[in-house]
């Protein structure tokens, strides 16, 4: 099965930055592709995600501080995360929709543990 393998993550002090990248086992052609978030206790929740046209789109909870980008030629994409904050702590989950040949699916990543500490 295709997999989505995420690195980056780790500890970092708040107002510290990280960037995630998240890498396709194989290549896909990719649609659109995002990160997920979920913190103990809590619903996983939408991060960000960029569209093949390039469009982008992040909640509310991060805009201005993080970015998100791809590289199609690498089949990666990445989240640049600026100004973290504690309420960033949470296993991020890369996600993809894409083709395979002729099949249409959603992918995860395997999460990566984001801690940021005061």
């Known amino acids: 099965q295709v997999q989505l393998v995420e690195s980056g993550g780790g500890l970092v002090q708040a107002g510290g930055s990280l960037r995630l990248s998240c890498a396709a086992s194989i290549s896909l052609s990719i649609n659109t592709m995002g990160w997920y978030r979920q913190a103990p206790g809590k619903q996983r929740e939408l991060v960000a995600n960029i569209i093949s046209g390039g469009r982008t789109n992040y909640a509310d909870s991060v805009k201005g501080r993080f970015a998100i980008s791809r590289d199609n030629a690498k089949n990666t994409v990445y989240l640049q995360m600026n100004s973290l904050k504690p309420e960033d702590t949470a296993v991020y989950y890369c996600?993809?929709?894409?083709?395979?040949?002729?099949?249409?699916?959603?992918?995860w990543g395997q999460g990566t543990q984001i801690t940021v500490s005061s």
């Open positions: 996600n993809a929709d894409a083709w395979f040949n002729d099949t249409y699916r959603n992918y």
